[in-house]
């Protein structure tokens, strides 16, 4: 008797991911609607509630997992009321700094002027999810064109997990968890 051996001719599966660690390049793990709703429970402004829209445009094209990039901007700008040292009129969502670095001041989380103004929220979300496409490894990046300010090719996959960016985007060890715990809450909505 022949044996005859069936050769499956699929792609083979992509490997588990560990369900302890959030990759930032993904698939939405929450709506647009779910994401407006958890930010609105925590009093977000007008603004940032409308920003939602923005980043579930513009984050898929690149595979960085808007819902990642959403909390992160509410983490970073406090849901939109900017308490930290700068205001909405930098169309910043995400705290990035200039380019310069050869002063003290051009570093400094304390100087508004060490960051990065942008012409419209569509510039500064490009180049947040730009910043963190490059972050987390994604194909074709470091790129061209991008308006990310500090798109430096030696931050390329230093961080695909969300938990990987505390010491690295924020000098907090916590941050990458306070973050993840930011998704997860939006993932309840």
Not at 27 to 33: E, G, H, L, N, S
Not at 38 to 52: I, R
Not at 84 to 108: A, F, H, I
Request: proline content about 6%.
């Amino acid at each position: 008797m022949d044996i005859v051996h069936i050769v499956d001719e699929q792609e083979p599966a992509p490997p588990a991911v560990d369900s302890e660690y959030f990759a930032i390049l993904a698939p939405a793990r929450a709506t647009v609607d779910q994401a407006r709703a958890w930010a609105e429970s925590k009093g977000a402004t007008e603004t940032f509630l409308g920003l939602a829209e923005v980043y579930w445009s513009i984050s898929p094209s690149v595979g960085v997992d808007p819902a990642v990039a959403y909390a992160q901007s509410a983490k970073e700008t406090n849901f939109g009321k900017f308490t930290g040292v700068l205001d909405e009129t930098y169309k910043n969502p995400c705290g990035m700094k200039r380019t310069e670095t050869g002063k003290p001041e051009d570093s400094d989380d304390f100087i508004a002027e060490a960051h990065k103004r942008f012409d419209s929220w569509e510039d500064g979300i490009s180049a947040h999810v730009d910043h963190l496409a490059l972050y987390a490894g994604a194909a074709g990046y470091p790129k061209e064109g991008t308006l990310d300010p500090r798109h430096f090719e030696s931050l390329f996959g230093r961080c695909p997990t969300v938990e990987s960016l505390g010491g690295n985007w924020a000098p907090s060890e916590d941050y990458g968890v306070s973050l993840r715990g930011y998704v997860e809450a939006m993932m309840g909505f």
